[in-house]
């Protein structure tokens, strides 16, 4: 979560957390953080679509 506000991608927080913590599970925190709403203003700038 850090890295994400600190302005790293997806990719490269999920690599950091995994470095971090080798039991850091992917699907369950994904999940979590969906479903808290963490991405719900999420928007991929117009030149990404």
């Known amino acids: 979560m850090t890295a ?3 302005g790293s991608n997806l990719g490269t927080a999920l690599e950091i957390a995994l470095d971090t ?3 850091f599970d992917i699907n ?3 999940q979590s953080w969906f479903a808290n709403g963490l991405f719900a203003n999420f928007k991929f700038p117009e030149n990404q679509l």
């Open 4 to 6: 994400l506000q600190q």
């Open 21 to 23: 913590d080798g039991e």
């Open 28 to 30: 369950a925190q994904l």
